[in-house]
Structure formats: structure tokens, C-alpha cells
T-cell receptor, first 113, second 112 residues
Framework: KAGVTQTPRYLIKTRGQQVTLSCSPI?????VSWYQQTPGQGLQFLFE???????NKGNFPGRFSGRQFSNSRSEMNVSTLELGDSALYLC????????????FGSGTQLSVL | GESVGLHLPTLSVQEGDNSIINCAYS??????FIWYKQESGKGPQFIID?????DKRQGQRVTVLLNKTVKHLSLQIAATQPGDSAVYFC???????????FGTGTRLAVRP
């Protein structure tokens, strides 16, 4: 069974641009969560989607948004990029949501110049 | 990932020795805890979990200890191997929430 797949693996953007990251969960998993990882702040929860609905949201500005499609694939979007948005963005999937049995992808490394 | 661990505390152990990685969690209402391992270029990988109604749980070569009195969690790795070299994170969850709060992480370096 394929694991969680995130694309692209690396991304370089400039301030003010917007970016879209993609996540394909493990087949059959209906929940997708997104986390931001930086050296200074560590791993921080962004949001969780289940059956195309956002169920939970972390403490991030509205520039960070996401969505989930009917096939459970998810995208997250960051608009008006800032230097501080440079981070590893991790997607995790689980069968029915919650925090148990979370499987993480390898992430998308975003660099904002 | 490549951005992980620039300012992390590091534990250096000799191959074959036991490792103990510690974590202080923040919320006394947390009732579920997980240890993750993150290797360079990869996402966190589940190691072992424990609920707050337990104080010890064992897996294969790993043991997690929970001390709720002082809000402390530890991960013990027996007979540490080079493949154990990674960054280790503890994470906590409150039963009322569906998100994990991660600790800052500890880098484990195994000397041959």
C-alpha cells in the first residue's frame, strides 16, 4: 500500500507570491492533517480535513487555507508569502481522523526568498 | 526534513548502549502521548504511544514511561543501533481535541 504522497518535494518562491501544496493520503484514509515544521517553532498544527470538511484549525493566519476533494486528496494554499513561511509542510493521513494512527508524508520544503 | 534540528539538543550514545530521551509536556489535561522518530528527509514515523491511565508501555526495543505528577515522558531505546539515529519528538493530545502538540525534539546520534 502506498504511503502518504506529497508534491512537490521542494519549492522556491518569492515574497508576495502564493503557493499550493498537494497531498495524497493512504488509500482508504479519509482524514488529512497539515503541519508546519520550522527549526524555531517545531511542528505546529495547521488544519485537519475529513470528508471534504475542515474539522479543526490551528492558530495560523487566514493566508493559510486548505481543502479536501471527494477522493480525500488535499491541497493547502498559502497566499502573500512571507519569509517566515519558509518551512517543511507535512501532511498526515488517518483512517477516521483524530490523532491515533497518523501516517506522515515526507513533506514539501518551501523556501521563500 | 532538511530544516529540522538546527537548534536541537543532542544525545550521543555508543552503539549497543541504552538511550533515554526525555520530554516535558505542557498540558495536564493531555491524556494521550506519542513518540515519533524523524529521519533526515522524511516525515515523522510513529514509534509508540501511551494513554494517561498507564505509566509504562513496552514495544520492540522501546519503552515509554509517563509521570503525570511532573508532566514528564521518556523514551527508552534498548541496545541502540546506528539506524536509530534520528530526531525524536514527543507529542501530546487532549481527548477534547483532534490535533497533536509536539515537543521541540531531541537528536539522537549513535557512535559506532
Amino acid at each position: 500500500k502506498a504511503g502518504v504522497t506529497q508534491t512537490p518535494r521542494y519549492l522556491i518562491k518569492t515574497r508576495g507570491q502564493q503557493v499550493t501544496l498537494s497531498c495524497s493520503p493512504i488509500s482508504g484514509h479519509r482524514s488529512v492533517s497539515w503541519y508546519q515544521q520550522t527549526p524555531g517553532q517545531g511542528l505546529q498544527f495547521l488544519f485537519e480535513y475529513f470528508s471534504e470538511t475542515q474539522r479543526n484549525k490551528g492558530n495560523f493566519p487566514g493566508r493559510f487555507s486548505g481543502r479536501q476533494f471527494s477522493n480525500s486528496r488535499s491541497e493547502m494554499n498559502v497566499s502573500t508569502l512571507e519569509l517566515g513561511d519558509s518551512a517543511l509542510y507535512l501532511c498526515a493521513s488517518s483512517l477516521e481522523g483524530g490523532v491515533e494512527k497518523l501516517f506522515f508524508g515526507s513533506g514539501t520544503q518551501l523556501s521563500v526568498l | 526534513g532538511e530544516s529540522v534540528g538546527l537548534h536541537l539538543p543532542t544525545l550521543s550514545v555508543q552503539e549497543g548502549d541504552n538511550s533515554i530521551i526525555n520530554c516535558a509536556y505542557s498540558n495536564s489535561a493531555s491524556d494521550y502521548f506519542i513518540w515519533y522518530k524523524q529521519e533526515s528527509g522524511k516525515g515523522p514515523q510513529f514509534i509508540i504511544d501511551i494513554r494517561s491511565n498507564m505509566d509504562k508501555r513496552q514495544g520492540q526495543r522501546v519503552t515509554v514511561l509517563l509521570n503525570k505528577t511532573v508532566k514528564h515522558l521518556s523514551l527508552q531505546i534498548a541496545a541502540t543501533q546506528p539506524g536509530d539515529s534520528a530526531v525524536y519528538f514527543c507529542a501530546e493530545n487532549m481527548s477534547s481535541g483532534d490535533k497533536l502538540t509536539f515537543g521541540t525534539g531531541t537528536r539522537l546520534a549513535v557512535r559506532p
